[in-house]
C-alpha cells in the first residue's frame, strides 16, 4: 500500500491499489479538516446572523427554496449556496457547530475534487497541490466563517467545471483527435458547463473560470498530449468550447454588480481614477503573493493605509510584477512557461478584487485571506510539482524515503499555521483580538471587538474603548461614530450626541444615527431638538413609525393634549403602511412594534376621562397593554408593559385612567430605580406621573384647540 500511495503523490498520471487510493483520499481529507477543528464552537462570527441564522428565508421551511432563489432579503445572489444553508439549518437549527463542521466537509470534498480535477489535466503531483490546498492557513478565513459556505460551495464546482472540461478535451483527443465530436465528449461539457453555472451561482469568484480553462488549453494541453499545432490552427475550436463558458460568467457578472450596488454598497465607494486602480491592484497582487508564500501575522482585516496613495513608492509594485514576469519569461525554457502560465493564473483569479468593481467589504478592508481561496490553486501547482521534480530525482539516486520528506515537512508546517490561526475563529472576541494583535495599524478589529461587546455581550463599558479607538483611526466610517455614540448614550450623552453628530456628517441620511441623535436629546432634556431630530428622521420610510412614536411619546410627557392627539393621529397614518413585509428585519426597528403599542395604550389613557373627549376603552387599553407584552423583545420591556397594568387584572379593568397611571407610576419608580441608565423607563415614568397628578394634558382640550377631531382607535390601530 505505501509504494501504491508514494506512486499516487508523486505522479498524477500512474494509478495506484485502491488502497493506495483510498488511502491517499482518506488523508487529504483529514489535512482538509483537522487543523481547521479549534474553530469549531456554538459561537457566530461577524455577519454569520445576518446572512443565516436571522435570513427569513433559510428558516422558512415552506417557501424557504422560493424565496432564496427568487432573491428576497439577500445581500448577493447566491441561490445555489443558500439552498445549502437551508438544508443544513434544517438539520442543525441554530447550532452553529454543525454549521461549521458541514463548511469543514464542503472544503474537503472541495480538495478530493481537485485531486481528480488535476489528474485529468495531467498536472504534475495532482495530490500535492490538493493537500497544499487543502492546509493553507490562508483558507481559514474561508473554511472557519460560516458565512463564507458560499466560498467552499463555489470551489467545488469550478473543480467539477474544470475536471469535466478536461476530461471532455481527453476524450475528444482519443476518440478522433483533438477537435473531434462525440457524444462522450459533449457529454463532458454539458456537465462542465452545469458545474459552471452552479458555481458562478454559488460566488462570483467562480466567473474567472474561462480565463483559467483557456490559459490550460493552450498553453497546457498541447505539451501533455503532444499537439504540434499552431494555435491559429487550434484556436477556433478553442473558441467554440469556451464560448459558453464566458457569456455565462459575463451574465453571473452582471447580476453581482447590480446586487452590489442595490443592496450590498450602502454609499458610493470611490476606489480612484484608473491610474490608481492599477498601482492598487499591483500592490494588491504583491500583498496575496507574500500571504502565500510566507502566511505570518494572518488576520480578519488589514489596514487600509497599506494601500499606496500615489506617492512615488507606488510604482515599485508594478515594476516588482513586471520583474517577476521577466524572471518567469526568461525561465520558460526550463519549465516550458510553468511560472509564466502560473502567475497569469493566479493574477486572472484575483480579478474580481482588484479594484475593478467597488466590493462592500473594501470599506472595511481592502485584501482578505478568503480572496486567496481559489487563486491559491495556482502556486499549490507550481509548488507541487516541484515537489515531484524531486521526488523523482530521490527515487533516481536510490532515495525513495527521502522523496517524501520535503513535501511532508511542508505540510505539517502549514497545518501547524493552520491549526493555530483556526482558534482564532472560536468566537468573536479572539477574532478581534488576534486581529488587532496580528495587525496593530488596522483599524476595522476595533469596530468589531467592540460592536461585539456592546450588542453580543451587551457589555458597553469595556465596548467604549475599541469603539473610540476606531473613531481616532477612521474618523469617515460613519457606523463606527453611531455605534460609539450609543455605547456612551446612558452614561455620557453629551458625548454620544457629538458622535452621533460626526456620523450624520458623515453620511447625512444615516437613519438610525439620527434616531439616536433624538434619545440624546431626550436625556439631555433638550425636548424641543429631540422634536426637530425625529420630525427630519420621519422623512424616511423606514424610521417613519419608530419617529412618530417617539413623537407621540414626547407630547404624552410634556405637550398638551392637542399636541397629543395630533401626534396620535400622525401615527396612525403611517402604521399601516410601514407593517408591510419589506420593512421587516431592517436595522433599528425590531423595538418598534413594541414601542408603538405601549405608546398606543398611553394615549388611551390620556384622551379619557377629567375632560378627555372619549369614554376610557378598557378593553382596548388592555389589548394595548397585551400586544406590547407579546412583542416585548427583553425582561425589561415585558416589566414595562406590566408596570401599567399587571396580567392578573386584565380580564376585569375597572379603574379610572388616573388610578392606573398612578399605580403604574409607584411601579415604574421602583423600576427606574433599578435601571437608572434607561432612558425609557424614566420616560415611562414622567408620562404616568403626568397623568396621574397633573391637568397640564387635559386643559389644552378645547374645542377651538385647532388640533381637529379627537383621535379615535381606529386612529391609533396599528
Given at each position: 500500500?505505501?509504494?501504491?500511495?508514494?506512486?499516487l503523490?508523486?505522479?498524477?498520471?500512474?494509478?495506484?491499489?485502491?488502497?493506495?487510493?483510498?488511502?491517499?483520499?482518506l488523508?487529504?481529507?483529514?489535512?482538509?479538516?483537522?487543523?481547521?477543528?479549534?474553530?469549531?464552537?456554538?459561537?457566530?462570527?461577524?455577519?454569520?446572523?445576518?446572512?443565516?441564522?436571522?435570513?427569513?428565508?433559510?428558516?422558512?421551511?415552506?417557501?424557504?427554496l422560493?424565496?432564496?432563489?427568487?432573491?428576497?432579503?439577500?445581500?448577493?445572489?447566491?441561490?445555489?449556496a443558500?439552498?445549502?444553508?437551508?438544508?443544513?439549518?434544517?438539520?442543525?437549527g441554530?447550532?452553529?457547530?454543525?454549521?461549521?463542521?458541514?463548511?469543514?466537509?464542503?472544503?474537503?470534498v472541495?480538495?478530493?475534487?481537485?485531486?481528480?480535477?488535476?489528474?485529468?489535466?495531467?498536472l504534475?503531483?495532482?495530490?500535492?497541490?490538493?493537500?497544499?490546498w487543502?492546509?493553507?492557513p490562508?483558507?481559514?478565513?474561508?473554511?472557519?466563517?460560516?458565512?463564507?459556505h458560499?466560498?467552499?460551495i463555489?470551489?467545488?464546482?469550478?473543480?467539477?467545471?474544470?475536471g469535466?472540461?478536461?476530461?471532455?478535451?481527453e476524450?475528444?483527443?482519443?476518440?478522433?483527435?483533438?477537435?473531434?465530436?462525440?457524444?462522450?465528449?459533449?457529454?463532458?461539457y454539458?456537465l462542465?458547463l452545469?458545474?459552471?453555472v452552479?458555481?458562478?451561482?454559488?460566488?462570483?469568484?467562480?466567473?474567472?473560470?474561462?480565463p483559467?480553462?483557456?490559459?490550460?488549453e493552450?498553453?497546457?494541453?498541447?505539451?501533455?498530449?503532444?499537439?504540434?499545432?499552431?494555435?491559429?490552427?487550434?484556436?477556433?475550436?478553442?473558441?467554440?468550447?469556451?464560448?459558453?463558458?464566458?457569456?455565462?460568467?459575463?451574465?453571473?457578472?452582471?447580476?453581482?454588480?447590480?446586487?452590489?450596488?442595490?443592496?450590498?454598497?450602502?454609499?458610493?465607494l470611490?476606489?480612484?481614477?484608473p491610474?490608481d486602480?492599477?498601482?492598487?491592484?499591483s500592490?494588491?497582487?504583491?500583498f496575496?503573493?507574500?500571504?502565500?508564500?510566507?502566511?505570518?501575522?494572518?488576520?480578519?482585516?488589514?489596514?487600509?493605509?497599506?494601500?499606496?496613495?500615489?506617492?512615488?513608492t507606488?510604482?515599485?509594485?508594478?515594476?516588482?510584477?513586471?520583474?517577476?514576469?521577466?524572471i518567469?519569461?526568461?525561465?520558460?525554457?526550463?519549465?516550458?512557461?510553468?511560472?509564466?502560465?502560473?502567475?497569469?493564473a493566479?493574477?486572472?483569479?484575483?480579478?474580481?478584487?482588484?479594484?475593478?468593481?467597488?466590493?462592500g467589504?473594501?470599506?472595511?478592508?481592502?485584501?482578505?485571506?478568503?480572496?486567496?481561496?481559489?487563486?491559491?490553486l495556482?502556486?499549490?501547482a507550481?509548488?507541487?510539482?516541484?515537489l515531484?521534480?524531486?521526488?523523482?530525482?530521490a527515487?533516481?539516486?536510490?532515495?525513495g524515503?527521502?522523496?517524501l520528506?520535503?513535501?511532508?515537512?511542508?505540510?505539517?508546517?502549514?497545518?501547524?499555521?493552520?491549526?493555530?490561526?483556526?482558534?482564532?475563529?472560536?468566537?468573536?472576541?479572539?477574532?478581534?483580538?488576534?486581529?488587532?494583535?496580528?495587525?496593530?495599524?488596522?483599524?476595522?478589529?476595533?469596530?468589531?471587538?467592540?460592536?461585539?461587546?456592546?450588542?453580543?455581550?451587551?457589555?458597553?463599558?469595556?465596548?467604549?474603548?475599541?469603539?473610540m479607538?476606531s473613531?481616532?483611526?477612521?474618523?469617515?466610517?460613519?457606523?463606527?461614530?453611531?455605534?460609539?455614540?450609543?455605547?456612551?448614550?446612558?452614561?455620557?450623552p453629551?458625548?454620544?450626541?457629538?458622535?452621533?453628530?460626526?456620523?450624520i456628517?458623515?453620511?447625512?441620511?444615516?437613519?438610525?444615527?439620527?434616531?439616536?441623535?433624538?434619545?440624546?436629546?431626550?436625556?439631555?432634556d433638550?425636548?424641543?431638538?429631540?422634536?426637530?431630530?425625529?420630525?427630519?428622521?420621519?422623512?424616511?420610510?423606514?424610521?417613519?413609525?419608530?419617529?412618530?412614536?417617539?413623537?407621540?411619546?414626547?407630547?404624552?410627557a410634556?405637550?398638551?393634549?392637542a399636541?397629543?392627539?395630533?401626534?396620535?393621529?400622525?401615527?396612525?397614518?403611517?402604521s399601516?403602511?410601514?407593517?408591510?413585509?419589506r420593512?421587516?428585519?431592517?436595522?433599528?426597528?425590531?423595538?418598534?412594534?413594541?414601542?408603538?403599542?405601549?405608546?398606543?395604550?398611553?394615549?388611551?389613557?390620556?384622551?379619557?376621562?377629567?375632560?378627555?373627549?372619549?369614554?376610557?376603552?378598557q378593553?382596548?387599553?388592555?389589548r394595548?397593554?397585551?400586544g406590547?407584552?407579546?412583542?416585548?423583545?427583553?425582561?425589561?420591556?415585558?416589566?414595562?408593559?406590566?408596570?401599567?397594568?399587571?396580567?392578573?387584572?386584565?380580564?376585569?379593568?375597572?379603574?379610572?385612567?388616573t388610578?392606573?397611571?398612578?399605580a403604574?407610576?409607584?411601579?415604574?419608580?421602583?423600576?427606574?430605580?433599578l435601571?437608572?441608565?434607561?432612558?425609557t423607563?424614566?420616560?415611562?415614568?414622567?408620562?404616568?406621573?403626568?397623568?396621574?397628578?397633573?391637568?397640564?394634558?387635559?386643559?389644552?382640550?378645547?374645542?377651538?384647540?385647532?388640533?381637529?377631531?379627537?383621535?379615535?382607535?381606529?386612529?391609533?390601530?396599528?
Amino acid at each position: 500500500m505505501l509504494g501504491g500511495m508514494t506512486m499516487l503523490l508523486h505522479d498524477a498520471g500512474r494509478a495506484g491499489d485502491w488502497r493506495g487510493w483510498l488511502a491517499c483520499g482518506l488523508l487529504l481529507c483529514g489535512l482538509a479538516t483537522i487543523p481547521f477543528l479549534p474553530s469549531v464552537s456554538a459561537e457566530r462570527l461577524w455577519d454569520d446572523p445576518h446572512y443565516v441564522f436571522e435570513n427569513p428565508p433559510v428558516a422558512d421551511r415552506e417557501r424557504g427554496l422560493a424565496r432564496i432563489w427568487a432573491g428576497e432579503f439577500l445581500m448577493d445572489y447566491y441561490p445555489v449556496a443558500q439552498t445549502a444553508i437551508w438544508a443544513e439549518y434544517g438539520l442543525f437549527g441554530d447550532d452553529a457547530r454543525g454549521f461549521r463542521l458541514a463548511n469543514m466537509f464542503w472544503h474537503a470534498v472541495g480538495c478530493c475534487v481537485a485531486w481528480w480535477a488535476a489528474r485529468a489535466w495531467r498536472l504534475p503531483g495532482a495530490w500535492w497541490l490538493a493537500a497544499l490546498w487543502a492546509v493553507h492557513p490562508t483558507n481559514v478565513d474561508a473554511v472557519a466563517w460560516i458565512s463564507q459556505h458560499k466560498a467552499t460551495i463555489a470551489a467545488v464546482f469550478f473543480m467539477l467545471a474544470a475536471g469535466a472540461f478536461a476530461h471532455g478535451l481527453e476524450a475528444a483527443h482519443e476518440a478522433r483527435g483533438a477537435d473531434g465530436l462525440d457524444g462522450r465528449r459533449l457529454g463532458w461539457y454539458a456537465l462542465a458547463l452545469a458545474c459552471h453555472v452552479a458555481g458562478c451561482l454559488s460566488k462570483t469568484d467562480a466567473v474567472m473560470l474561462p480565463p483559467l480553462l483557456t490559459i490550460l488549453e493552450v498553453w497546457w494541453w498541447p505539451l501533455v498530449t503532444a499537439d504540434s499545432r499552431p494555435l491559429a490552427a487550434r484556436l477556433p475550436a478553442i473558441a467554440r468550447r469556451q464560448l459558453p463558458f464566458y457569456a455565462v460568467s459575463a451574465a453571473a457578472a452582471v447580476v453581482a454588480m447590480k446586487f452590489m450596488r442595490e443592496r450590498t454598497l450602502q454609499s458610493p465607494l470611490d476606489l480612484g481614477p484608473p491610474l490608481d486602480r492599477v498601482l492598487d491592484a499591483s500592490w494588491a497582487v504583491c500583498f496575496y503573493l507574500a500571504d502565500v508564500v510566507w502566511p505570518a501575522n494572518l488576520a480578519a482585516t488589514y489596514p487600509v493605509g497599506d494601500l499606496p496613495a500615489g506617492e512615488a513608492t507606488s510604482w515599485l509594485w508594478p515594476a516588482l510584477l513586471v520583474g517577476l514576469c521577466a524572471i518567469a519569461w526568461a525561465a520558460r525554457r526550463y519549465d516550458r512557461g510553468a511560472a509564466l502560465a502560473a502567475l497569469a493564473a493566479f493574477t486572472i483569479l484575483l480579478v474580481p478584487v482588484l479594484f475593478i468593481v467597488p466590493q462592500g467589504f473594501f470599506q472595511y478592508s481592502l485584501v482578505a485571506d478568503r480572496y486567496l481561496h481559489l487563486p491559491l490553486l495556482a502556486p499549490a501547482a507550481v509548488a507541487a510539482a516541484a515537489l515531484t521534480l524531486w521526488a523523482d530525482a530521490a527515487r533516481r539516486r536510490g532515495c525513495g524515503a527521502a522523496s517524501l520528506l520535503p513535501g511532508a515537512l511542508l505540510i505539517m508546517t502549514l497545518a501547524a499555521v493552520t491549526w493555530r490561526h483556526a482558534a482564532d475563529y472560536r468566537d468573536e472576541r479572539a477574532l478581534w483580538s488576534a486581529a488587532m494583535a496580528a495587525q496593530p495599524r488596522a483599524w476595522y478589529p476595533h469596530f468589531g471587538l467592540g460592536a461585539h461587546l456592546l450588542w453580543d455581550r451587551h457589555d458597553a463599558a469595556a465596548a467604549i474603548p475599541p469603539l473610540m479607538e476606531s473613531c481616532r483611526r477612521k474618523p469617515d466610517f460613519a457606523k463606527g461614530h453611531f455605534v460609539a455614540g450609543l455605547a456612551v448614550t446612558p452614561t455620557r450623552p453629551a458625548d454620544a450626541r457629538r458622535h452621533l453628530a460626526d456620523a450624520i456628517a458623515v453620511e447625512p441620511e444615516y437613519v438610525m444615527a439620527w434616531l439616536a441623535l433624538g434619545e440624546c436629546c431626550v436625556r439631555l432634556d433638550d425636548l424641543d431638538g429631540a422634536t426637530q431630530v425625529y420630525a427630519h428622521a420621519a422623512r424616511w420610510a423606514n424610521a417613519t413609525r419608530r419617529a412618530k412614536t417617539e413623537l407621540l411619546r414626547l407630547a404624552l410627557a410634556s405637550r398638551p393634549r392637542a399636541a397629543v392627539v395630533a401626534a396620535a393621529r400622525d401615527l396612525a397614518q403611517v402604521s399601516q403602511a410601514l407593517a408591510s413585509p419589506r420593512h421587516a428585519g431592517v436595522e433599528g426597528l425590531a423595538g418598534d412594534a413594541f414601542e408603538q403599542a405601549l405608546a398606543e395604550a398611553m394615549f388611551r389613557l390620556v384622551n379619557a376621562g377629567d375632560g378627555g373627549t372619549q369614554a376610557f376603552d378598557q378593553a382596548g387599553f388592555v389589548r394595548a397593554i397585551a400586544g406590547a407584552r407579546s412583542v416585548a423583545g427583553s425582561p425589561l420591556d415585558v416589566a414595562r408593559a406590566e408596570a401599567w397594568a399587571e396580567p392578573k387584572t386584565w380580564a376585569r379593568l375597572e379603574t379610572l385612567p388616573t388610578a392606573i397611571a398612578a399605580a403604574a407610576a409607584g411601579r415604574l419608580a421602583t423600576l427606574a430605580a433599578l435601571h437608572p441608565l434607561e432612558r425609557t423607563v424614566a420616560q415611562d415614568l414622567a408620562i404616568a406621573r403626568r397623568i396621574s397628578g397633573s391637568d397640564a394634558v387635559n386643559s389644552a382640550a378645547t374645542p377651538d384647540s385647532g388640533a381637529g377631531p379627537a383621535a379615535t382607535e381606529q386612529d391609533v390601530k396599528n
